[in-house]
């Protein structure tokens, strides 16, 4: 809706129990569905208790800045808003990082309890954001603006089980582990503290990346409840970071990362129809992530546009002492970063392998095929050389994880670097994985383990 040329386009959220409402919501109406007519009387209740209080109401943005209804104003919608244009409002005095984060805010607000992408919001998202606002206004005044990065101001999800030193939570989806406190930022979040990103939550995620129990479905922890794909509600979500794709996917954040050990970022992007890359392993640092395979784990980005996803790449690449590989990976690195290759022209010359058995046998005689084939037409038309139907041996065997030997190396080494990161936290009420095993054991109803199977955990 316009007015006066302004687009309204948050609608109104109360800035008193904001963080009470979303926490409430994600945390506990999610996790247990009989409990949701009791969470909705509640926000109700709380609803009535605020009545008296201001209203934030519709933040309204324009060139002339904030709340402005001048008839020259031009309008920013966050929606699908990507880096670029966020730093060109920016730039323009149309937009702050602080209503942005709002922004998101209601849009978690009103969609999270349905999708359950967000297991937790950071109290401390909105000072941030402020923070930014003050520092690209003293850059500004003294000519610097430019040269912010381009991450500056804007919000990043963080799956669940990346370790941040503040007041939220790192728990990968379980409650065994709400409470605890990591020794010290991951890498990857102190690289995105240093570029001015705000943090704006941690992301939903498959429990344990799924490790508690290959039977659970993609996308279910007990925390944050079932992930849910926004384009086809009965449809698989992916996972295991199935809740920073679902967020970026329905505009609840800018970009996010998540972490793979196998298929859990591809996977999950490719089915919410979001860009997701799997950096190779020690390209960025695993240090402070609770860890599956060291070997293969890999954290990277998840966003609308591939230009955003290298944004973030730059962003969180880069040689770690805690993580050994990140020394040799470092080399790979090209200088000057990686935005330098985004060019239109860019895949003219690349060659690029097709591989269609056998992962095309599942959708003959569905359009699947045919808008593949279009894609491959409009690769070629840019310049690209297309190798079509190429082989991979054993591929039947590489692709079962059992039959591989894979599940084999990823049970052992789950079990063995996972006591290794529990043993280093500050403080946590388990220090095993056996502990974990006892957790569940002992609170059925808080990680529903009627429902929900551990054999995983108790097989590792």
Not at 47 to 71: K, V
Not at 320 to 347: C, H, I, W
């Amino acid at each position: 809706m316009l007015h006066s040329s302004t687009l309204r386009i948050c609608n109104p959220l109360h800035s008193s129990g904001i963080w009470t409402r979303i926490v409430f919501m994600s945390k506990f109406a999610d996790i247990f569905s009989d409990r949701r007519a009791e969470a909705v009387a509640v926000a109700e209740e709380e609803e009535e208790e605020e009545e008296g209080e201001e209203d934030i109401g519709y933040w309204a943005i324009s060139s002339r800045g904030l709340g402005s209804s001048s008839s020259s104003s031009s309008a920013f919608d966050f929606r699908e808003a990507t880096i670029d244009r966020i730093r060109l409002a920016f730039s323009l005095d149309s937009l702050t990082s602080h209503h942005l984060v709002t922004c998101y805010l209601h849009q978690i607000h009103s969609l999270n309890p349905f999708l359950r992408a967000i297991i937790e919001v950071n109290p401390d998202a909105l000072e941030q954001a402020s923070v930014s606002d003050r520092e690209r206004l003293e850059a500004r005044r003294s000519g610097r603006e430019q040269q912010l990065s381009p991450l500056h101001g804007i919000p990043v999800l963080l799956k669940d089980s990346i370790g941040t030193l503040d007041r939220m939570n790192t728990t990968c989806g379980s409650y065994a582990l709400l409470g605890a406190k990591v020794a010290r930022d991951a890498h990857v979040v102190e690289r995105l503290r240093a570029e001015g990103a705000v943090l704006l939550g941690k992301a939903s995620m498959s429990e344990w990346y799924r490790m508690r129990s290959f039977g659970n479905p993609n996308g279910w922890s007990a925390r944050g409840g079932q992930g849910v794909n926004p384009y086809v509600s009965s449809a698989d979500p992916c996972g295991s970071s199935s809740g920073s794709a679902i967020a970026v996917a329905t505009n609840m954040v800018t970009v996010s990362l998540g972490s793979e050990t196998h298929s859990s970022i591809i996977c999950p992007s490719d089915h919410n129809s979001v860009v997701g890359f799997k950096p190779t392993a020690g390209l960025t640092s695993r240090a402070g992530i609770i860890p599956v395979s060291p070997r293969v784990d890999s954290i990277g980005p998840i966003a609308r546009t591939m230009s955003d996803v290298v944004y973030v790449l730059d962003a969180i690449v880069g040689v770690d002492p805690r993580d050994e590989a990140t020394k040799e990976a470092n080399k790979f690195v090209p200088a000057g970063g990686y935005r330098q290759f985004l060019k239109e022209d860019s895949l003219r010359g690349k060659r690029l392998g097709i591989v269609r058995h056998p992962f095309f046998a599942s959708f003959n005689g569905t359009t699947v095929i045919s808008t593949f084939e279009q894609h491959l037409v409009s690769l070629w038309e840019r310049g690209a050389i297309v190798i079509d139907n190429l082989e991979i041996e054993n591929v039947d065997v590489i692709l079962d994880p059992r039959r591989s030997g894979e599940m084999i190396v990823m049970v052992a080494e789950f079990r063995r670097y996972l006591n290794e990161f529990l043993v280093e936290l500050r403080s946590s009420p388990v220090r095993s994985l056996a502990d974990i095993i006892a957790f569940n054991v002992d609170h059925p109803d808080m990680e529903m383990t009627e429902q929900y199977s551990q054999d995983g955990l108790i097989e590792a």
